[in-house]
């Protein structure tokens, strides 16, 4: 499909992708296998997404791609008007685990952020501002006693904690969490879920949050993303045993959240069960689901869909999805 020029609509630390295709080679048959396929997407500075999605659908290589840590995708991927480069210091990741150096103490860790950050001349000349710099954001994930002590020294909920501030240090406009409280237990879960909350209000970077339980999505998140894989369409094509051909995954799902921090009590309320049930039990989760590109569920504002040359000749968008295009080629 020809690439669309889009003048004007960015603004500093928004993400823009369009049309992204990612493919690897299957390590049986060595054929590309495709992992995203066509996927849209347009976030503002601040947003809190929220990315779930079926085991393998392709949520860390999207974060990947926008990390700027993968570059072997096709299609467009632009942060701040320009096509993603490498990693640097205007974005940062909080893995799973293993966020940390063992062998460095708290504070080091924090500090480590800054030197990616800063040349060696100006560190030198700067050691005490870089150390205070550490130190409040080690205060502000109340770490700050806990300075000289060494990661094996803090229990998983503190680690984690160091991770984020390590991170968070160098004021990145946007952050990348893969997953970030998956190893901690409930309790601490959700501790930690209030203050990545207080702290995004704090510093309002854009997150991409990747988590596999869907009221975490729903508690953080301003906007839910869900991700598929399972979805056929009207190409008719089939793979070889004759079944309508799996495709790669798409946004299937993008919904606008309520976008403010909420006592963790919310999650017992009505309606916060029902949106949770809602998704887990629609399309998107289910291995054998069928899902048809015109019955998405792309209601936020900024959601769009562009449509192949193929799927538009085959009926395949409804009205909504082209003019969502349509809107995007004006720069609307
Ligand atoms: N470098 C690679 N080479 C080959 N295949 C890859 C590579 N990276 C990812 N894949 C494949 O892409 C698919 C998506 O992987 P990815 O790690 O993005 O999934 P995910 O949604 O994050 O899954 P999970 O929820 O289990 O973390 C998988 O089938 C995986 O095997
Ligand atoms: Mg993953």
Redesign the pocket.
């Known amino acids: 499909m020809e690439t669309i020029a889009l003048p004007g609509i960015h603004t500093p630390n928004q993400l823009y992708i369009e049309n992204l295709y990612r493919r690897?080679?299957d390590p049986k048959t060595g054929l590309p296998q495709t992992?995203l396929e066509n996927v849209d997407l347009r976030v503002n500075p601040g947003e809190f997404v929220s990315i779930i999605?079926p085991?393998?659908?392709?949520?860390?290589?999207?974060l990947r791609i926008c990390l700027g840590a993968d570059l072997g995708y096709e299609g467009n991927v632009i942060i701040n008007g320009k096509p993603v480069q490498f990693p640097d210091s205007t974005r940062g990741l909080v893995p799973q685990k293993y966020g940390v150096y063992p062998h460095l103490t708290v504070l080091k860790n924090v500090l480590i952020g800054l030197e990616l950050k800063y040349p060696i001349w100006y560190r030198m000349t700067h050691k005490k501002e870089l150390r205070a710099q550490a130190m409040e954001y080690l205060n502000d994930v109340q770490l700050a006693e806990h300075a000289d002590k060494y990661p094996y020294q803090l229990s998983g909920g503190q680690q984690q904690r160091v991770s984020i501030a390590q991170t968070l240090v160098t004021g990145p406009g946007m952050v990348f969490m893969d997953?970030p409280f998956g190893a901690l237990d409930q309790s601490t879960r959700e501790r930690v879920q209030v203050f990545m909350l207080q702290l995004w209000e704090k510093h309002k970077m854009t997150v991409f949050f990747?988590t596999?339980d869907i009221g975490e999505a729903v508690y953080l998140g301003t906007r839910l993303i869900l991700?598929s894989q399972y979805y056929v369409d009207d190409r008719g094509d089939v793979d070889e045993k004759g079944n309508p051909l799996r495709r790669g995954a798409k946004i299937i799902t993008d919904i606008p959240l309520t976008g403010t921090a909420l006592p963790t009590k919310v999650k017992g309320e009505k309606s916060f069960i029902e949106i949770v049930r809602s998704i887990a039990e629609g399309p998107g989760f289910k291995p054998d689901h069928r899902e048809h590109v015109r019955d998405f569920n792309l209601a936020h504002s900024n959601s769009f869909q562009t449509l192949t040359a193929l799927e538009d000749k085959t009926g395949n968008g409804n009205g909504r999805l082209k003019k969502m295009e349509e809107q995007m080629i004006r720069g609307g």
């Not at 085991?55 to 999207?62: A, H, I, P, R």
């Open positions: 690897f080679p992992v999605g085991s393998g659908c392709g949520k860390s290589t999207l997953e990747v596999h991700l």
